[in-house]
């Protein structure tokens, strides 16, 4: 077993050649740059291609070109790069390419700040391009260690399911420094957790199955398949079609296979929950942190306090929030995304309340304050404008 200290992107870098990553296309912007920069490197050791894109467009097109051509393939960006990937994402959903797409947020609209992390893309993630009819499969590390574990993740669903999977990070995750354990031997990944499967190779003559089936091959062109792939409704055998009965069957593999097998996706965190505490703190990515020291530090104040943490956020994990409490989610954001999932899945006689921070995490202090307002039925203040500061 490899120790070493390093950063989420290099986490991230290494996690992508475990998994079998040989090509890697993209633009560089903070806080992502060192990804596309640590591949450069690391890819031509190993007999893969990196490819300095003009912008991120063109840099999921071209990952989406290599998985097509049968190699594992990956790209990076931030918030605004996340944007321009519409397009390409939307082909790589529906004509099934597995890919991987890291985002490391930061806050913004847009540009933002480029040093401030940011949890801006919560929805964005789900749906990522236009015209729905898909589920997405969105995973979120809240540390150096976790960003190498659920990039390899990332991966393995992505054959699994034929599809692009993104990793929801965020600027301090990635830019971070802890220490990083990487596996020498197959054992030791194992005992990690890790899970590969190597590409294989479609050979028809049925490419898009019209039913909720994983573990099919996907389309690999050039090997004399007779596969064909556009971003067009496709028929079992790829050709494009404007039957709205094909569509249908299509739409049905998009939104089920990933529905039906939601149990292989689906992680999330509880943390001293066995006792039905009466407020549950929710978060993912680096503000989860923060909550599981909060919910020690109420605990240790006699307070009933406990708190969830989602590792895969999409698709949504509804069954997390069965309890009758009084839920705050715990968010990088003013405007509160993750807060209206909870509220729709939350039981019904529960209270979801909202607590943002914009470009920093909160403090312990603060949460802990802010449950035992909620305890004691006081009014919480989700954002606190201190004005004498400015």
């Known amino acids: 077993m490899k120790r070493v200290f390093d950063t989420g992107n290099a986490a991230i870098t290494e996690a992508a050649i475990f998994a079998g990553c040989k090509v890697f296309a993209g633009y560089p ?6 990804i596309a920069e640590n591949m450069s ?3 031509p050791q190993i007999g ?3 490819v300095q894109a003009e912008d991120e467009l063109s840099a999921l097109h071209m990952c989406i070109g290599a998985s097509l051509g049968g190699l594992k393939a990956m790209t990076s960006t931030s918030g605004p790069g996340y944007v321009l990937y519409a397009d390409p994402y939307g082909w790589a959903l529906g004509s099934e390419i597995p890919v991987v797409v890291v985002n490391a947020q930061r806050v913004g609209p847009v540009s933002g700040i480029t040093g401030a992390p940011g949890q801006g893309e919560f929805y964005l993630s789900r749906y990522p391009t236009h015209g729905g009819n898909f589920e997405s499969i969105v995973l979120a590390p809240n540390s150096v260690q976790e960003a190498f574990s659920l ?6 669903l992505a054959e699994r399911f034929r599809m692009p999977v993104t990793v929801l990070a965020d600027q301090i995750v990635t830019d971070g420094w802890e220490t990083l354990l990487i596996p020498d031997t197959e054992a030791e990944a194992r005992e990690m957790g890790l899970r590969v499967v190597p590409r294989q190779i479609n050979y028809g003559p049925e490419f898009y199955p019209a039913t909720d089936e994983i573990d099919v091959p996907p389309v690999v062109l050039g090997h004399n398949t007779g596969a064909a792939c556009s971003d067009w409704t496709p028929t079992a055998e790829g050709f494009d079609t404007e039957e709205v009965e094909w569509q249908h069957k299509h ?3 998009l939104i089920y296979k990933v529905r039906n097998h939601k149990d292989i996706i689906t992680r999330y965190e509880e943390i001293d ?8 703190l929710v978060a993912y990515g680096s503000p989860s ?5 909060a919910v020690k530090a109420a605990r240790e104040q006699g307070l009933k306090v406990g708190g969830i943490r989602l590792v895969s956020i999409w698709p949504f994990p509804d069954e997390a929030f069965s309890r009758n409490a009084k839920y705050l989610s715990v968010e990088l954001n003013y405007d ?3 807060v209206r999932e909870v509220q729709r899945s939350a039981q019904k006689g529960s209270e979801v309340h909202f607590l943002g921070r914009c470009g920093e995490l909160p403090k312990v202090a603060e949460l802990v304050e802010a449950a035992r307002n909620l305890l004691q039925n006081r009014p919480l203040e989700s954002i606190k404008w201190q004005r004498e500061a400015w």
């Open 41 to 43: 490197r690391r890819l």
């Open 273 to 280: 929950t066995a006792d039905n505490p009466d407020v549950i």
């Open 289 to 293: 942190r923060v909550v599981k020291s």
């Open 48 to 50: 893969g291609y990196y």
């Open 251 to 253: 739409a049905y593999r």
């Open 336 to 338: 509160g995304q993750l």
């Open 29 to 34: 912007i903070t806080p992502a740059t060192e």
């Open 151 to 156: 990039t390899v993740e990332a991966f393995y």
